[in-house]
């Protein structure tokens, strides 16, 4: 599918205004892929009619393409209802901070709790306290206790005969005798949600009233999270969602779906059963999952945040001359930096041969030296390369730190880059004829 979008972009190369037509085009590749990502389709609904609104009539920057465009205003969207903003877990003016962690059996409670105690300490420097409130299945409790030892971090639990919202009570007051943090209390799961799991979830909840209920949700349950997350979120308020099990193949879209139904943000992400694999959420990283399309998202970012518009203009008209200096390949070169692979700066140039790029490729590894080279080059030389002679080219090699056959290497690359242009503009002027201008 995601090749299919890209197809869908190609396409569109003409420019100026976001058309009506380049939406409707692009929109059911997203919904599509929004679907396939196992998005509710209410949600998929809502969303492709708001976006479809916001996007006919924009500008197009001029370093993208209109179906590129859309694909940011789309991107940008998604971000934005995901809860834009990474978004941080609550803190107790008055320590402890409670935090109640709940959810359906296997969606991944416990182990998350033991996550978030290590994540809790580690990089916010705190002293958690982890409580054992699943008396049902068997073993949760040993469980907890496994990866407290594991963690070197206190378990507080009193077996599977006292009832849950007592253990919760005590385990608050023996945490502040201790002068602990964070109190994360694991609770009980079911395999569906049912009323004697809510009535004892409130329970605890009154008893204890926590800083934060987290949701931990499956996000391989896919289309089921969206009611999952509204019965919880009716019975008890939830203040934050974690998503586990993100490592898998899934898209991800019940992070979209349960953020849209509770309009409660998307605290963590399970990246792994591993105890160091939770990761404070991205709502942009998601979107891009989602959407199934990372490398056309992150080059329309680079182009957004590192091109510069009318520089790029410049380029553009330097390169349908093949007049382009060592001067620009330097400044090319800081950019090609901050962006990643020249190749793909010169892709996103509306008219660039992908074929033609291939063979221009520039090991990043050897910028630096690159660089150093170019330095060392009067402005002279670099604005005519061909009176480089063998002394000159000595100079250049030592002033550099490098060899002479590298400065030989760098000019050649140089002369290819050149000829690549050239031919790619005649190539575009061709097109042009064929076409009656575009
Ligand atoms: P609970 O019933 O909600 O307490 O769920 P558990 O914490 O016992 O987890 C259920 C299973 O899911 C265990 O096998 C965990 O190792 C696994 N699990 C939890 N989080 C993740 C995750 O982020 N990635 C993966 N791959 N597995 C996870
Ligand atoms: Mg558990």
């Known amino acids: 599918l995601a090749e299919r979008l890209q197809h869908t972009i190609d396409k569109m190369k003409s420019r100026g205004k976001v058309t009506e037509k380049d939406v409707k085009e692009m929109m ?49 969207e998604l971000t934005k209802l995901m809860g834009g903003e990474q978004s941080k877990i609550a803190h107790a003016q008055k320590p402890p901070t409670v935090v109640m962690m709940v959810g359906l059996q296997g969606a991944g409670k416990t182990t998350t709790t033991a996550k978030l105690a290590n994540h809790l300490r580690k990089h916010h420097n705190r002293q958690p306290m982890m409580v054992a409130c699943d008396i049902y299945r068997p073993a949760a409790i040993d469980q907890l206790e496994t990866l407290g030892k594991e963690l070197n971090m206190p378990v507080f639990s009193m077996g599977d005969k006292e009832k849950a919202v007592n253990i919760a009570t005590k385990a ?159 400044e090319q070169l800081a950019q090609v930096r901050n962006m990643g692979p020249l190749d793909e700066l010169l892709a996103m140039i509306p008219g660039a041969n992908k074929k033609l790029l291939k063979n221009v490729q520039v090991d990043e590894s050897h910028i630096g030296r690159i660089e150093a080279i170019v330095r060392s080059m009067t402005s002279e030389e670099k604005q005519n390369p061909s009176i480089l002679n063998a002394s000159r080219k000595r100079r250049i090699a030592k002033g550099s730190g490098t060899s002479i056959q590298d400065v030989n290497r760098l000019l050649k690359q140089f002369e290819e880059m050149k000829k690549m242009m050239k031919q790619m503009t005649s190539m575009q002027k061709g097109k042009k004829k064929r076409k009656g201008g575009f």
Request: proline content about 2%.
């Open 172 to 330: 608050i007051e023996q945490a502040k005798e201790d002068h602990r943090d964070y109190v994360l209390i694991d609770t009980a799961g079911r395999l569906h949600v049912d009323e004697a799991l809510m009535n004892e979830l409130v329970e605890i909840k009154e008893a204890v009233n926590p800083d934060e209920i987290l949701l931990v949700v499956d996000a391989m349950t896919g289309q089921d999270a969206v009611n999952v997350a509204e019965s919880f979120h009716e019975s008890l308020g939830i203040t934050g969602v974690v998503l586990t099990k993100l490592d898998g193949d899934t898209r991800g879209g019940a992070a979209l779906s349960v953020k849209a139904v509770t309009g409660t943000p998307i605290k963590f992400a399970g990246m792994g059963e591993k105890i160091d694999q939770l990761e404070p959420f991205h709502p942009d990283r998601m979107a891009s999952r989602i959407l199934g399309m990372g490398d056309v998202l992150s080059l329309i970012e680079k182009a957004q945040t590192s091109v510069d518009e009318t520089r790029a203009r410049e380029l553009e008209e330097k390169m349908r001359t093949a007049d382009i200096t060592f001067d620009d390949f330097l």
């Open 28 to 76: 059911r590749e997203v919904r599509l892929a929004l679907l396939e990502a196992d998005v509710n389709f209410k949600v998929v609904k809502k969303f492709v009619n708001d976006v479809k609104e916001r996007a006919v009539g924009q500008e197009v920057m001029k370093s993208l393409t209109p179906g590129q465009q859309v694909i940011k205003v789309v991107n940008d």
